[in-house]
């Protein structure tokens, strides 16, 4: 993203006039008994996915080859510099493995004269085009991996996406990574430019996509409240994000000339150098009073400089809006069932990860079916042990239940003080937190709504936790994430 004048990012096009019409119904996690502590809402996405998942762990792999790629050329990506042309180099190289129509476009007029990359998948009018661009290069600070790796690798996932699905598309689907952003826009500048007015009328709608991975992030989409904007929105208040106008980002990013260009335009962004308010940090977490992004135009700019949770917001929103644009919308079919391996911990301990003797079949505690369960505590000494696996979670459900059986057996004595506690955690989300208090005969079922977490892979944990003495058993038995 540029400094205080304009700033970059990546692009989707969108019908002018276009309405979306989707039923969204944001759920909070919930149980079937009382425990102790959810920590924080888990919205349900289910509704409003209509395309397929993008990983963000493939997106993460293009970040780091962006970090590599800045690393042996000079520490940057600055447009015109050997960091930039490796990185162009290495989108391209993707690009037309996977089929696209990719092109350089030479920038005379840039401060750093270099080339724009241009790809178009085959299929779909040529005069109905929906367009999806980002801006490639970095400042010469540091390796730009928020600003902007993230647009630009949430663009090619996307892309190589929708070659390897190959739908049956509605419009011609154009992606554009910019040069010379950093500089004032030059390089989307040069290409709205050069088209004839003929040329510009057949881009419907142009999303710009900056800094999209930000640590401290809010969640701000371009135009908001405008038409073209309907499709990134629907999708991010599925989740129950509550996004706002992009203030901070108004005319300092590569949407500008497309818009000065009577084009329509919107995007994502998750905050630069300006300051997270406390209402904001109430909604969205975080820290009040500091910058969405602390490493803004400066070295410390790497891969650990982005938000995975952030990153994979945006990432799926894109290819929401691709499809209803460009695709024509739908659900995807639900491969459903259950997720969890070993949910009964009767297979050994694969694929679980375990504290040594937390997966048992002592009689001391039984299980509730089979011969194992997971015990955690009854140690009566200072011990932390933990169960966990990761899961990944499908997309296109209706229903997203994660249920487990909890027996909490407790040699405390105290009514008031939670001396012992089990954590249950999804990703970077506590669920509930039980303890000694919760204590009761034989087992009780726990069920969460975890829509929330559809389309991504995370990791399922639970964590028990002993102060010094007096004994509390946390077993958990027949732990299930049923989607249908």
Known sequence: MRGRTLSAGIALA??????????????????????????RP?????????????????????????????????????????????????????????????????????TYPSNNLIAEWPG?????????????????????????????????????VLAAQNPTVTKRVR??????????????????????????GYIKGYYNFDMVGSTNAGYFINRVSSTTAAPLKAYWDSLGLQPEENVEGQGRSDDYYFQQAGIPTSGYAAGASARKTSSQAAKWGGTANSAYDPCYHRSCDTTANVSATVLNRAADGVAYALWQLAVGGGTPSCTGGQVVGNGGFESGSTP?????????????????????????????????????????????????TLSFWLHIDTAETTSSTAYDRLTVQLGSTTLATYSNLN???????????????????????FTGTEDSSLQTSFVVDDVTLQAS
């Open 439 to 461: 204590a009761a005969s034989g087992y009780v079922q726990r069920s969460f709504n975890v829509a929330g977490f559809a389309g991504q892979t995370v990791t399922l944990r």
């Open 42 to 110: 888990i919205a349900a996405t289910a509704a409003a996915l209509a395309a397929p998942d993008i990983s963000v762990t493939n997106v993460q792999a293009h970040l780091t080859q962006f970090n590599a790629i800045a690393t042996s050329n000079g520490g940057n990506r600055r447009a015109g510099s050997a960091g930039y042309t490796a990185s162009l180099n290495y989108v391209k190289t993707r690009l037309q493995a996977a089929g696209y129509t990719v092109t350089e476009q030479y920038c005379s007029s840039c």
């Open 175 to 200: 992606f554009a990574w910019w040069t010379d952003e950093e500089q004032g826009l030059n390089g989307s500048r040069f290409y709205v430019n050069s088209l004839t007015s003929t040329q510009r």
């Open 124 to 160: 779909g009018p040529a005069d109905q085009v929906v367009m999806f661009g980002a801006h490639l290069d970095g400042v010469s600070a540091g390796p730009g991996i928020n600003d902007n790796a993230t647009g630009s690798s949430t663009l090619l996932e996307n892309a190589l």
């Open 352 to 400: 679980w990860t375990a504290t040594s003797g937390v997966i048992t079949s002592s009689s001391s505690q039984p299980a509730r079916t089979g011969s194992y369960k997971a015990w955690l505590g009854g140690n009566g000494t200072t011990r932390t042990e933990s169960v966990y696996q990761s899961v990944t979670v499908p997309a296109g459900c209706a229903t997203y």
């Open 14 to 39: 969108v019908f002018a006039g276009m309405t979306v019409t989707l039923a969204t119904q944001p759920a909070t996690a919930s149980q079937s008994t009382a425990t102790t502590a959810v920590t």
